[in-house]
T-cell receptor, first 111, second 115 residues
Framework: GDSVTQMEGPVTLSEEAFLTINCTYTATGYPSLFWYVQYPGEGLQLLLKATKADDKGSNKGFEATYRKETTSFHLEKGSVQVSDSAVYFCALSGNTDKLIFGTGTRLQVFP | ETGVTQSPTHLIKTRGQQVTLRCSSQSGHNTVSWYQQALGQGPQFIFQYYREEENGRGNFPPRFSGLQFPNYSSELNVNALELDDSALYLC??????????????FGPGTRLTVL
């Protein structure tokens, strides 16, 4: 069945460092891909999405490109801030509307 | 435009009891999905309701049931609670149509603790 694999955390960075969180997926057909962010004690917020191959989703300085050839959707940010500290979830939506999530990657940014 | 809201925020129950969680979808959305997020894990799909009918179900036992009302708000009911049901329950709404995938927007969740 469809699945999502994320790099394990925590990822610990200093402020203004470059961020990459790896995400790969397995799916039949052409899924839509998403990154959601969860701040402590809160629900999930949509960060960005891409619906077809080579699409680039972007928001708040974060970017991810839908790479069908490598079945990947890696999240990147050029300069992280302390306020970016959260758990990041990669997810896909395949032939049905349900979202399939990875296990999440905790990001900790220190000043 | 109001976002997705859930109630209650926190809930403590004992094993064997029953619980009802509630969700109000975002204005204009007709589809509600429920997810269970165990501590340290990603959310797991429970089921989805589209225009008051169940539209897909994940790998959860029948004691997990749901309902969607004409105003598209929804309830999640769990009977015969077990300790492993302790989790954050997330509701997400979207403007769906059969055969079309739309972005899901999540509420803040209900934290259920089963003792």
């Amino acid at each position: 069945g469809d699945s999502v694999t994320q790099m394990e955390g925590p990822v610990t960075l200093s402020e203004e460092a470059f961020l990459t969180i790896n995400c790969t997926y397995t799916a039949t057909g052409y899924p839509s891909l998403f990154w959601y962010v969860q701040y402590p004690g809160e629900g999930l917020q949509l960060l960005l999405k891409a619906t077809k191959a080579d699409d680039k989703g972007s928001n708040k300085g974060f970017e991810a490109t839908y790479r069908k050839e490598t079945t990947s959707f890696h999240l990147e940010k050029g300069s992280v801030q302390v306020s970016d500290s959260a758990v990041y979830f990669c997810a896909l939506s395949g032939n049905t509307d349900k979202l399939i999530f990875g296990t999440g990657t905790r990001l900790q940014v220190f000043p | 435009e109001t976002g997705v809201t859930q109630s209650p925020t926190h809930l403590i129950k004992t094993r064997g009891q029953q619980v009802t969680l509630r969700c109000s979808s975002q204005s204009g959305h007709n589809t509600v999905s429920w997810y269970q997020q165990a501590l340290g894990q990603g959310p797991q799909f429970i089921f989805q309701y589209y225009r008051e009918e169940e539209n897909g179900r994940g790998n959860f036992p029948p004691r997990f049931s749901g309902l969607q009302f004409p105003n598209y708000s929804s309830e999640l009911n769990v009977n015969a609670l077990e300790l492993d049901d302790s989790a954050l329950y997330l509701c997400a709404s979207s403007l769906g149509d059969r055969g079309r995938r739309d972005t899901q927007y999540f509420g803040p969740g209900t934290r259920l603790t089963v003792l």
